[in-house]
């Protein structure tokens, strides 16, 4: 039994010397900024959650990762088992949060308490007319060009020093399931990517994934789902006439099945965004998986070397 069973994630944190210039990659990208100070800069998706992205002023690098706990009484027995004290959460939506190391020395922050934020506005879905039925008759299809619209952040990876120390340390406190084990060989894995355990609540393939890196612990990346296909392909668009930094996509990947599109910020972080994603209940179970189903995609671009 773990300790407590978060229900998400909720934000990752980060620190960059140019909060101009962040602001104006995390528009491109699709988040909507809610707080800019000459320290910190706040950015939100279109959800109810109340924040996403969290950049702090200085040298380039990844800060935390939170997650979101169902109660704030799961937060007091968080911070009982670990001898931590429950302290304000210091951003938009108010709450509470208890600040954690996990073996990479990695910051986890779990949350609980956030007031929803109210959810903005996002385009209405469109039908589609495909082959095996024509749902959209009589009527055209029509966009307005900008950025995608990001609903909400929906998974982080993290590269750790050892995976099975990792996945025990995140297992026995958040009570994660690993959706697909990724076996190298006989008896050794590299990683996993694993699910919130919500019981018969589907939730996504995966909230965390842990890849034992011959770069070392580190962030690896953050993934932000978008309205659905069309928006995730004007994002595409958008970005690229803003000259950023495309890292891998458009394509579709084997494992979760979502469509993927990962671009880098000013300073080489990866972020990423998606759509059509798989859900699983507790009841689902586990798989094991190939690297070559990690790396692999059902259509798309093969994954460049800085993804492996």
Known sequence: MSVIRIEDVAFVRFRAPDLAQMRAFLEDFGLVVVEETADRLVARGAGTSPVAHVTERGEPGFLAVGFRAASLEDLEALAAHEGLAVEPLDTPGGGHRVVLADPDGHRVEVVAGQAAAEPLATPAAQAWNIAAGHDRLRRTKRFAAGPAHVLRLGHVVLNVSDFRASERWYKDR????????????????????????????????????????????????????????????????????????????VGRH???????????????????????????????????????????????????????
Not at 180 to 201: H, K, S, W
Not at 224 to 243: P, S, T, W, Y
Not at 254 to 274: A, C, K, M, N
Request: proline share 6%; aromatic share 12%; charged share 20%.
């Open 174 to 249: 958040f009570g994660f399931i690993t959706s697909d084990e990724i076996q190298v060989a006989p008896e050794f894995a590299l990683g996993a990517f694993m699910r919130c355990d919500r019981g018969d609540t589907p939730t996504d393939h995966h909230t965390l994934f842990l890849a034992q890196s011959p770069k070392g612990p580190g962030f690896n990346h953050a993934a932000f789902e978008v309205a659905d296909l069309d928006d995730l392909m004007l994002g595409h668009q958008r970005l690229k006439d803003a000259g950023r930094h495309a890292e891998w996509g």
């Open 254 to 308: 084997i494992l979760g099945s979502q469509v993927f599109d990962y671009w880098r910020d000013p300073w080489g972080h990866t972020l990423e965004h998606w759509t059509d994603g798989d859900l699983f209940t507790a009841a689902d179970g586990s798989n094991v998986a190939t690297l070559q189903d990690l790396l692999g995609v059902q259509w798309g671009p093969a994954a460049p070397p800085t993804m492996a």
